[in-house]
């Protein structure tokens, strides 16, 4: 089946810094999906982005699907941005495949 | 339009009971898929639904089955109960295709499930 990668594992920001967030995959994907998991365990949806770029307040994705990779960018961070953010892929129309995770803690 | 809810929020079980989830997905999604996220294993697929029908399954023992109503909303249970099956149980919904395609997926607030 298809491998999602994600990196970095764990990333420690000061509140205001950007960061970037990277997930490869190992074949060619339908959909991919972003998303930041709360300290609820809600998973909450950022970006559908099977290619190209869009952009959501501080937050912007880009999907380069030929390269089998996805870019997520956050700018001027803040404490409220902590949390685990996942990748997931959609393997040929069966379910979503999702990544390890980043887990991104913001510091005042 | 309301998310997509999950009951119960949390549930404590013993070892060898059976258990049962459920699941209400956004109206008008069909397609209602399953997750299990464990600390040692993350986020892995269960089960998706679509039309009452099981469409795909991920590689875990009979003991996790499922359905779904007529109404697309969907229940998960897990019988004969194991310590490992303790868990956050994720529920998903989606426009998805009759072709199989799915479309955004859109969680629920997760059944934390502690078996003891």
């Known amino acids: 089946g298809i491998q999602v990668e994600q990196s970095p594992p764990d990333l420690i920001l000061q509140e205001g810094a950007n960061s970037t967030l990277r997930c490869n995959f190992s074949d060619s994907v339908n959909n991919l999906q972003w998303f930041h998991q709360n300290p609820w365990g809600q998973l909450i949806n950022l970006f559908y982005?099977?290619?190209g770029t869009k952009q959501n307040g501080r937050l912007s994705a880009t999907t380069v699907a030929t390269e089998r990779y996805s870019l997520l960018y956050i700018s001027s961070s803040q404490t409220t941005d902590s949390g685990v953010y996942f990748c997931a892929v959609e393997e040929d129309g069966q379910n979503f495949v999702f990544g390890p995770g980043t887990r991104l803690s913001v510091l005042p | 339009k309301a998310g997509v809810t999950q009951t119960p929020r949390y549930l404590i079980k013993t070892r060898g009971q059976q258990v049962t989830l459920s699941c209400s997905p956004i109206?008008?999604?069909?397609?209602v898929s399953w997750y299990q996220q464990t600390p040692g294993q993350g986020l892995q697929f269960l089960f998706e639904y679509f039309s009452e029908t099981q469409r795909n399954k991920g590689n875990f023992p009979g003991r996790f089955s499922g359905r779904q109503f007529s109404n697309s909303r969907s229940e998960m249970n897990v019988s004969t109960l194991e310590l490992g099956d303790s868990a956050l149980y994720l529920c998903?919904?989606?426009?998805?295709?009759?072709?199989?395609?799915?479309?955004?997926?859109?969680f629920g607030p997760g059944t934390r499930l502690t078996v003891t």
């Open positions: 109206s008008g999604h069909r397609s």
């Open positions: 998903a919904s989606s426009w998805a295709t009759l072709a199989g395609v799915l479309d955004e997926q859109y």
């Open positions: 982005i099977p290619s």
